[in-house]
């Protein structure tokens, strides 16, 4: 038959014939390998490929072959295969730059050859470890105005070497930079997380121009300095990115500006006046006085009325309570009346309200 199982180790001859009935024949002897071989414990290797999915590329000549040929005769040859049977008949063998496809854990077949003859079969079962610790994404932290910062990773790890030469879980560091530690399982599989400290500091709010007087079109600009990155608000609730507030309602607010690194909050407070476009001066209680809300939060202002014609009609300061619609003991009729406010900087702003009766 063409497949034929020994039941003894004599010889078996074969007959050959050509095409004239000639024969002749050839004694062939049957050797059977029976050489004693260790299998192997698994070899074990790290997933250090950007994908932890248990797949990575094997030099099987480098990281295998050397413990195989362990305690054996020098000369030997070593080739390797996916199956037993494939290891047996010498088909398809693997390449020696080979990714396991069973991911993992996987066994393939070493065939051993001494010269022409095989040495033996052998199992190696190579295991793939991925090392995929909690909360190791490169991280960005803020040192406030130079102070200390902690740089920490999980505990419990066999080794952690630091960039500073440092072996703790946990180092303190004063200077912005760029910082590593290479921590290690007790596989022997390695990964680096990368620290990058930038220095950051709370602001120092140098001046705010304030656009009032204008109704809805009031505005605030907020002016600071600092090596930080900053946020800002005029109710300490609701912050933007921008040092400019539009569409601001007349008011007295609290300006905060806040270091996005958490370096602290400073505030400050102002007014963002208006004046009315009224009044009524008729005695019942209801608007019956002209006055700028809020104007006594900027000392030393002084509000100058005059009629159409530019005649002084009236003035008063922040101090004073506004105009009642009187002047020198006289009614002043209905009509629009223009007015001068003169703040300490001696900035001005005019404008005029009418008064009804």
Known sequence: PTNFQNITTNQIFASVSNNYGCYNYATIN??????????????????????PDGFRQFDLNIEISPT????????????????????????????????????????????????PDCYGIVPVVLEISVFNPPLFQDETIYSCSGNPVNLTVVNGYSSYNWSTSAITNSITVTNP?????????????????????????????????IKDFDSINNSVQINVSGNG???????GNQFQGS?????????????????????????????????PRFFTPNGDGINDIWFIKNIGNRPKTKITIFDRYGKLIYQFN??????????????????????IVEFENKNTVKGHFSLKR
């Open 30 to 51: 049957l050797a059977i390998s029976n050489n004693a071989l260790t299998i192997p414990n698994p070899i074990l290797n790290c997933d250090t490929d950007t994908i």
């Open 68 to 115: 195989l040929q362990t305690g054996l005769p020098t000369g030997l040859i070593i080739a390797y295969y996916a199956t037993e049977n494939n290891a047996i008949l010498e088909t398809n063998q693997l390449p020696n730059s080979f990714i396991n496809t069973t991911a993992f854990q996987q066994t393939i077949y070493a065939r051993i050859i001494n010269g």
């Open 177 to 209: 930079g760029n910082y590593s530690v290479n921590v290690t399982n007790s596989n022997g599989c390695s990964k680096t997380k990368n620290f990058v400290v930038l220095e950051s500091e709370i602001a120092t709010i140098n001046s705010i121009e």
């Open 229 to 235: 990155y900053y946020e800002f608000s005029l109710d």
């Open 243 to 275: 040092p400019f507030f539009t569409n601001v309602a007349p008011n007295n607010y609290t300006v905060y500006v806040k270091d996005k690194n958490g370096c602290g909050i400073v505030k400050q407070q102002i007014t963002v006046l208006n004046y």
């Open 318 to 339: 922040e101090k004073q309570n506004g105009w009642n619609g009187m002047s020198n003991q006289n009614i002043m009729i209905s009509s629009d009346y223009w007015f």
